[in-house]
């Protein structure tokens, strides 16, 4: 069933509000917040986007160096970025990504390999990155 206009308007306030909006399935006084993007990409070899919400490519700087760009800007550059990366199913791996510099059209990434002997910047396997606001 098609959308009418009052529902349309009100969809499109809602998704630009400034403030939470009440959602059907929370429960409790604290407000809910949605995400406002999200992403699952490869990040080695040729990256290549598995599954992702308002994102609309991600650009490969060099190793463990990634640009998430959005399809529809934020309202500002006053967000969160919540990240992680794998580079293997290796127990031996661990790994942290980190928000690197945010703008309003997109967040650049950093992957980071932290072993025993090292830490620095690693291509991640399975790279996922979620953007509140």
Not at 101 to 108: D, G, N, Q, Y
Not at 109 to 129: M, P, V
Request: with cysteine; hydrophobic share 35%.
């Amino acid at each position: 069933m098609p959308l009418n206009k009052i529902e349309t308007e009100s969809l499109g306030s809602a998704l630009n509000a400034p403030t939470a909006t009440a959602l059907a399935t929370a429960t409790g006084s604290a407000p809910s917040y949605a995400a406002r993007a999200w992403v699952n990409f490869n990040g080695t070899g040729t990256v290549a986007i598995r599954a992702s919400g308002n994102c609309s490519s991600v650009t490969d700087n060099g190793v463990g160096d990634y640009t998430i760009n959005f399809t529809t800007a934020m309202s500002d550059a006053n967000y969160s970025v919540v990240c992680t990366g794998n580079r293997d199913d290796s127990d031996a791996y661990r790994g942290t990504a980190g928000a690197r510099s945010l703008t309003t059209t997109s967040v650049r990434l950093g992957c980071i390999l932290e072993s025993s002997t090292t830490i620095a910047l690693d291509d991640t396997a399975i790279t996922c990155a979620t953007i509140f606001r």
